[in-house]
C-alpha cells in the first residue's frame, strides 16, 4: 500500500479506525479485533487510530496487546478529551467531562502510554475542543509532552478553523480529524481549505457513513441493541428510509465499477487529495481487506462527476443535539 504526508508523518495511504472492536457498535470479538489489527500490517496499513473514550479505556489496552512486539512497525494515534479520573473500564457511565486544562493534558498522557504498552504516541489529538479551557492553554501542554518525547505529534478533532489557526500557531498541528465521506461533506467549505493553507494532513472518521454507504443495512432493526447507531438521526424512522436512497446509488454506481460500495465510497475519499487519509472503522479481517483494496480503485473524472450529480442528499443530522453541539468549536 502506498504511504501519504499527515503534515510530517508518514502513514499508510489508509488507515484502520479501531473504536468498534471496544465499543459503541454492539458484540466484540476480542481475538478477531487483535487479527484485524494484525492483518492489517500485512496488507501495508499500519496507522491505528484509538482513544482514551473508547471502552471506556479498553480499546488502547486492546491496541496494546495487538502491536506487541511490533510496536514500531506501526504509527499510533491516540486522542483525550474527557476525564477519566473516576471511570471503570468498559462503563461509559463513569466517564467525566470535557477538560482541555493543560493539567488535565499532562495527566491523560501517562495512562495512554501505560495502556498501549508503549513509550511514546506517534500522533495525540485532542477528542473534542474544550470550550471553556483557551486552545492556546491545550496545545501548550501538548507541546511540552512532544519535548518530552512522550508525543511525536499533535492533532484535533472536530475543530474548527479559526481553532485551528490559532493552535498551529503555538505548535505545528500535524492532524485534523473530522468526520468526513460522501455523505458527510461539512469539511469541505472551510476545514479542508484551512488545513491545506497551513500543511496540516486532514483524516477523515467514518468515511464509510458508519456502515450505511457499505450497504449493510436494510432496517434500524438489524443494529445490536446496545449499538449507538439506534440512536443516531440518520439511521432513524424517515431518515434511514431516505438515506437508503443513498446507499441504493452508492451500491449502483459500484456494480458497474465491478467493486463493492464500500471500495468506492473510500476510493471516493481517497480522490479528495493526497493530504487525507481515511480511517475506516471494522473489527473484522473480511471487511479490513475489502477496504484496504479500495487503494487500488481508480475513479475517473466522469466518476467522479456522476457521483458528485447523483447521490441525494443525506437525510438528518450526524450526531443528536449534544453530540452536534461538541464539533466545529
Not at 479501531?18 to 481475538?31: L, P, V
Not at 505548535?171 to 480529524?177: R, S
Amino acid at each position: 500500500m502506498n504511504k501519504r504526508m499527515l503534515g510530517s508523518l508518514e502513514v499508510s495511504e489508509i488507515g484502520l479506525g479501531c473504536m468498534g472492536m471496544s465499543a459503541f457498535y454492539g458484540s466484540t470479538d476480542e481475538r478477531e479485533a487483535v487479527a484485524t489489527i494484525q492483518r492489517a500490517l500485512e496488507l501495508g496499513i499500519n496507522f491505528l487510530d484509538t482513544a482514551q473514550l473508547y471502552g471506556p479505556l479498553i480499546n488502547e489496552e486492546l491496541v496494546g496487546r495487538a502491536i506487541k512486539d511490533r510496536r514500531d512497525e506501526y504509527v499510533i494515534a491516540t486522542k483525550f478529551a474527557r476525564r477519566m479520573d473516576s471511570a471503570t473500564p468498559g462503563d461509559m457511565s463513569t466517564v467525566g467531562p470535557l477538560d482541555g486544562s493543560a493539567d488535565h493534558v499532562r495527566r491523560s498522557i501517562d495512562g495512554s502510554l501505560e495502556r498501549l504498552g508503549t513509550e511514546h504516541v506517534d500522533l495525540y489529538y485532542q477528542h473534542r475542543v474544550d470550550a471553556n479551557v483557551p486552545i492556546e492553554e491545550t496545545v501548550g501542554a501538548m507541546a511540552e509532552l512532544v519535548e518530552q518525547g512522550k508525543v511525536r505529534h499533535i492533532g484535533l478533532s472536530e475543530a474548527a478553523p479559526d481553532t485551528i489557526r490559532r493552535a498551529h500557531t503555538v505548535h505545528p498541528i500535524t492532524a485534523v480529524q473530522t468526520e468526513y465521506s460522501l455523505w458527510t461533506r461539512d469539511p469541505e467549505p472551510e476545514v479542508i481549505p484551512t488545513c491545506r493553507e497551513l500543511g496540516i494532513g486532514f483524516v477523515p472518521y467514518s468515511p464509510l457513513g458508519r456502515g450505511f454507504l457499505a450497504g449493510r443495512f436494510s432496517s434500524p432493526d438489524e443494529l445490536d441493541a446496545g449499538d449507538f447507531r439506534r440512536n443516531n438521526p440518520r439511521f432513524a424512522g424517515e431518515n434511514f428510509e431516505a438515506n437508503r436512497r443513498i446507499a441504493k446509488k452508492v451500491s449502483e454506481i459500484a456494480q458497474e465499477k465491478g467493486v463493492t460500495p464500500a471500495q468506492l465510497a473510500l476510493a471516493w475519499v481517497l480522490a479528495q487529495g493526497d493530504d487525507v487519509v481515511p480511517i475506516p472503522g471494522t473489527k473484522r479481517r473480511t471487511y479490513l481487506e475489502q477496504n484496504a483494496a479500495a487503494a487500488d480503485v481508480e475513479l475517473t473524472a466522469d466518476d467522479l462527476a456522476r457521483i458528485e450529480a447523483e447521490l441525494p442528499p443525506v437525510a438528518g443530522a450526524r450526531y443528536d443535539e449534544a453530540g452536534m453541539a461538541a464539533v466545529n468549536l
